[in-house]
């Protein structure tokens, strides 16, 4: 059984425009103590539907207006708000894009990651605060008895944001939601925030999710993908089966704009043409098709579903020519 499953998840925006359909029937599982990632262009849905497992989605304007979020057996989306505040932190913890629009500037990082023990584990205020210096040495930041007094701004942006993983791993959820954490730190820092959550995940026994639009992350530590567009995941599978044997245009796109250390220096990246739609008015048919250079007439009348290729068993695909995309769709070697 799954540690999480979402089914059919619809998140709608209703907007004096219209309805801004972000996530619009979004399904995928994860297991106990693997890293599953949701990958995609900016907009696409990957936050927000993070934002919906948590029940975090500002309303209004925004509405879970169907599907179900199946944790431990648990629809989140039936639970009441204080139902759903006993789940967030304690079982299920989420670290932010950006830490320093996510940490009190004006309360000590003392004070900020005691929080959740004391709510969630009923620890003393001495027991919370050793927990805390405990939490700092964990995630390496060094003399945590005297940082733990300090406040955000006195943090790097590396530090913030291992600050912010601490404060995710305080009561041991479950489950860590990571969207985009490393997104404004350079890629020595990236690498090491990834590794230790990495060994985090491992030594703790937590799932993990990973929001990001960079494949390298992908492909190092994640083990099953999903790709989103326009609120809906197009393709999925294992890491091994996604990246050897692609089957949406899409996705080979992304692919094909990630530099590449075994290609000529002067190999031009190549961009994927045109924007992504305007979800108040998506197209007929594949939401893809306008930008894809594989489209047939059907793309643009028919919205393909997700369906098995002849890849690995779960390895699914939604797109009309999976199949038929030759030799000229495969990934350069």
Not at 175 to 193: F, G, K, R, S
Not at 217 to 225: E, L, N, P, Q
Request: charged share 25%; proline share 6%; glycine share 8%.
């Amino acid at each position: 059984m799954p540690l999480l499953q979402v089914n059919d998840l619809k998140t709608h925006f209703f907007t004096e425009e219209g309805v801004v359909k972000a996530v619009n029937g979004v399904s995928y599982e994860v297991n106990e103590g693997e890293t599953v990632a949701l990958v995609g262009e900016s907009g696409c849905g990957k936050s927000v539907s993070a934002l919906s497992v948590l029940g975090l989605v500002p309303s209004p304007p925004g509405k879970v207006v169907d599907g179900s979020v199946m944790f431990n057996d648990v629809d989140l989306l039936q639970l009441s708000s204080k139902e759903m505040r006993a789940v967030r932190g304690k079982d299920i913890a989420m670290i932010f894009q950006e830490p320093m629009s996510s940490l009190n500037p004006v309360l000590s990082i003392e004070r900020q990651l005691t929080e959740a023990v004391t709510l969630h584990l009923g620890y003393t205020k001495n027991k919370a605060q050793r927990h805390a210096i405990e939490l700092l040495e964990k995630v390496g930041i060094s003399d945590p008895e005297r940082r733990v007094k300090q406040y955000p701004h006195e943090f790097s942006g590396g530090m913030r944001q291992r600050v912010m993983i601490a404060m995710a791993i305080s009561c041991e959820p479950k489950l860590i939601i990571a969207d985009e954490p490393t997104t404004a730190l350079d890629v020595t820092t990236q690498a090491q925030i990834f590794d230790l959550l990495e060994d985090l995940a491992t030594d703790l026994g937590m799932a993990l999710i990973v929001i990001t639009h960079n494949l390298g992350i992908v492909a190092r530590y994640c083990t099953r993908v999903n790709l989103m567009y326009a609120g809906k995941i197009i393709e999925q599978g294992t890491r091994d089966e996604i990246f050897s044997n692609p089957r949406h245009p899409y996705t080979l796109g992304l692919m094909r704009s990630v530099p590449r250390l075994d290609r000529p220096s002067e190999a031009k990246l190549e961009a994927i043409n045109g924007e992504p739609p305007y979800l108040i008015d998506l197209p007929g048919g594949c939401s893809f098709a306008p930008r894809c250079r594989y489209a047939i007439e059907r793309c643009t009348q028919d919205i393909p579903p997700l369906a098995l290729t002849n890849g690995s068993e779960g390895h699914v695909s939604a797109c009309w020519v999976a199949e038929s995309l030759g030799k000229e769709a495969e990934v350069r070697n």
